[in-house]
Structures are given as structure tokens and as C-alpha cells.
């Protein structure tokens, strides 16, 4: 056996640190495949459960570590069922050509092939036009995941951004226009697909399907979500299951493009209001 090095009373050699990195990577796996959903905090709840079981089995507080130990025996079995539908999409995607495709688009952004720029412009000018003509939009923002779960319910577009594209599907007699639209590194992903809608009771009363579509998805998923209303042209943008409106659209270039590029200053509940523009509200409470 190699030696690496030595740390007090455990020696540390490379197989260890071979698995130490294999189990990094797997775990990091684990996470990109689910990251984006609801099923993410079940995961670090699992996780945290695990470690606070090795600390109190380690300290031999026998009586604790024989309670938790109980968790940890069916953990397994819990873990399948909770995760079902993450392990079926984890593998049908490795038996499919869609590992394939992802492996070769990665390769393709390391040699700098692909443009994720989102054009924030042709979004800004299809949304005056949205509001002036109060027909009604839902826009997805997803800077980290391409949302797979909430894409696959609508129909796959994968186009590029334009002012026409938008309007056209929103429009009110096109068939893609009940739903929300999926946009990712700079990409119209998917159009018409469902959201979830938040249970929260003390939301606006005026406020319809599509703001609680935004507000729920919000509360569901690390995006930004744009909702137009249908019957007054009222313009929000929902993040983390809060919402500002009465906003400008310098003040919406500015929050998407804050979004995507990872730069928020703050977050949304420390923003202060911007009198007679900017109304932050906080959706858990009136």
C-alpha cells in the first residue's frame, strides 16, 4: 500500500483519495440531476439526516445513534420511493442518446462553439408589445438547468429568441399560447408547458392563473419568472415565491439580466422599494 500523507491518526493513501473525489462526483451528479425541483431539499434533508447519524455514531451516544440507525435502515427503500421519478429520468437517460448529446454539447461549450447570451432585448420589446395589447405571457428564466420535467409537458421549440417568435406564441389564437415558455442559454427551449401553482391563500385577489403559475413556479424552482395578465397587461417578475411589480422596464432588464449573469446584490426581501416604481411583496404574507 502507498502512503499519500498522514493526517494525526489516519493514514491517507491514494485509493482514498480516488474514492474521496469518485463519491464528490457522484454526489454533484446526483444533484445536477435533480437540482431545479422540489426534490433537491429532500436530498440535502437525507444528506444532513446521514451526517448527524456519523457524528452521534462516532461520539457513542448510543441511544441517539440506535434512533437515527432506525432511519438509515429503510433509508434505501425511502430513498426509491421519494426519488422514482429522478431515477427513472437518471436512467433513461444513460441508456439513451441523450448522455450522448449532452456529453458532446459539453464538449462543444469547453471549445467556446456555443452562444448562451440570452437576447434580454428581443424578450424587453415582445413584452411592451405583450403589455400594450394586454395579451396575456408566462416567461421561465432558467440560468442552471434546462428544466427537463416542466419542458417535457409542453412542446420542444429549441429556437432562438425573437420579438416575432414571442408575440406569435402568446398570441391568443395560436395553439402554444396557454402556457409558459422555457427559455435557456439564450434559447427558446419549450412553449406551453404547465407550471405548478402556489397554494399561498394571501396572494392578490386580482391576481390570475398565470401570476400564481409564476409565483408557485418560483417557490418550486431557482428561476425568474415574467407573467403579463390577460386583463390588464400587469407585469411581474416572480423569483424564490416573491414578486415585484409596478415595475419599469429598465428595472426588468435590469433584474433578468442580474439573474442571469449570477450578479444579484441582494436578495429579494432586502430590496427596498423604489417609490412609485418598484412594489416588492412578499408572497407569504400580505
Same mark, same amino acid.
Given at each position: 500500500?502507498?502512503?499519500?500523507?498522514?493526517?494525526?491518526?489516519?493514514?491517507?493513501?491514494?485509493?482514498?483519495?480516488?474514492?474521496?473525489?469518485?463519491?464528490?462526483?457522484?454526489?454533484?451528479?446526483?444533484?445536477?440531476?435533480?437540482?431545479?425541483?422540489?426534490?433537491?431539499?429532500?436530498? &440535502?434533508?437525507?444528506? !444532513?439526516?446521514?451526517?448527524?447519524?456519523?457524528?452521534? $455514531? *462516532? +461520539?457513542?451516544?448510543? =441511544?441517539?445513534? %440506535?434512533?437515527?440507525?432506525?432511519?438509515?435502515?429503510?433509508?434505501?427503500?425511502?430513498?426509491?420511493?421519494?426519488?422514482?421519478?429522478?431515477?427513472?429520468?437518471?436512467?433513461?437517460?444513460?441508456?439513451?442518446?441523450?448522455?450522448?448529446?449532452?456529453?458532446?454539447?459539453?464538449?462543444?461549450?469547453?471549445?467556446?462553439?456555443?452562444?448562451?447570451?440570452?437576447?434580454?432585448?428581443?424578450?424587453?420589446?415582445?413584452?411592451?408589445?405583450?403589455?400594450?395589447?394586454?395579451?396575456?405571457?408566462?416567461?421561465?428564466?432558467?440560468?442552471?438547468?434546462?428544466?427537463?420535467?416542466?419542458?417535457?409537458?409542453?412542446?420542444?421549440?429549441?429556437?432562438?429568441?425573437?420579438?416575432?417568435?414571442?408575440?406569435?406564441?402568446?398570441?391568443?389564437?395560436?395553439? &402554444?399560447?396557454?402556457? !409558459?415558455?422555457?427559455?435557456?442559454?439564450?434559447?427558446? $427551449? *419549450? +412553449?406551453?408547458?404547465? =407550471?405548478?401553482? %402556489?397554494?399561498?391563500?394571501?396572494?392578490?385577489?386580482?391576481?390570475?392563473?398565470?401570476?400564481?403559475?409564476?409565483?408557485?413556479?418560483?417557490?418550486?424552482?431557482?428561476?425568474?419568472?415574467?407573467?403579463?395578465?390577460?386583463?390588464?397587461?400587469?407585469?411581474?417578475?416572480?423569483?424564490?415565491?416573491?414578486?415585484?411589480?409596478?415595475?419599469?422596464?429598465?428595472?426588468?432588464?435590469?433584474?433578468?439580466?442580474?439573474?442571469?449573469?449570477?450578479?444579484?446584490?441582494?436578495?429579494?426581501?432586502?430590496?427596498?422599494?423604489?417609490?412609485?416604481?418598484?412594489?416588492?411583496?412578499?408572497?407569504?404574507?400580505?
Amino acid at each position: 500500500m502507498i502512503w499519500l500523507f498522514k493526517i494525526g491518526f489516519l493514514d491517507v493513501t491514494w485509493v482514498d483519495l480516488v474514492d474521496i473525489v469518485l463519491v464528490s462526483v457522484l454526489l454533484y451528479q446526483v444533484y445536477k440531476l435533480i437540482r431545479g425541483s422540489i426534490a433537491v431539499n429532500i436530498f &440535502l434533508g437525507v444528506l !444532513a439526516l446521514y451526517l448527524i447519524y456519523l457524528i452521534v $455514531k *462516532a +461520539a457513542q451516544m448510543e =441511544l441517539l445513534a %440506535t434512533i437515527l440507525g432506525q432511519f438509515m435502515g429503510v433509508g434505501v427503500l425511502a430513498m426509491i420511493i421519494l426519488f422514482q421519478p429522478e431515477i427513472r429520468k437518471f436512467l433513461l437517460v444513460i441508456g439513451g442518446t441523450e448522455f450522448r448529446d449532452n456529453f458532446l454539447k459539453t464538449l462543444a461549450n469547453w471549445r467556446g462553439e456555443t452562444n448562451d447570451e440570452t437576447d434580454v432585448h428581443q424578450i424587453l420589446e415582445a413584452a411592451k408589445s405583450l403589455k400594450a395589447t394586454r395579451t396575456g405571457a408566462l416567461i421561465v428564466f432558467t440560468r442552471d438547468t434546462e428544466l427537463k420535467f416542466y419542458a417535457e409537458t409542453g412542446e420542444p421549440l429549441d429556437s432562438e429568441i425573437s420579438k416575432g417568435l414571442l408575440i406569435s406564441i402568446f398570441n391568443k389564437f395560436s395553439p &402554444l399560447h396557454d402556457g !409558459a415558455v422555457i427559455i435557456h442559454k439564450g434559447r427558446i $427551449k *419549450a +412553449a406551453r408547458c404547465v =407550471l405548478p401553482v %402556489t397554494e399561498n391563500d394571501h396572494l392578490p385577489a386580482h391576481f390570475g392563473l398565470r401570476h400564481r403559475a409564476a409565483v408557485g413556479m418560483s417557490e418550486s424552482t431557482d428561476t425568474l419568472v415574467m407573467a403579463i395578465s390577460e386583463e390588464t397587461g400587469r407585469l411581474i417578475l416572480a423569483r424564490n415565491g416573491k414578486f415585484l411589480r409596478s415595475l419599469k422596464m429598465k428595472q426588468v432588464e435590469r433584474k433578468i439580466l442580474d439573474y442571469l449573469h449570477n450578479t444579484e446584490p441582494v436578495k429579494w426581501e432586502e430590496i427596498e422599494p423604489e417609490p412609485a416604481e418598484t412594489e416588492l411583496v412578499r408572497s407569504s404574507s400580505r
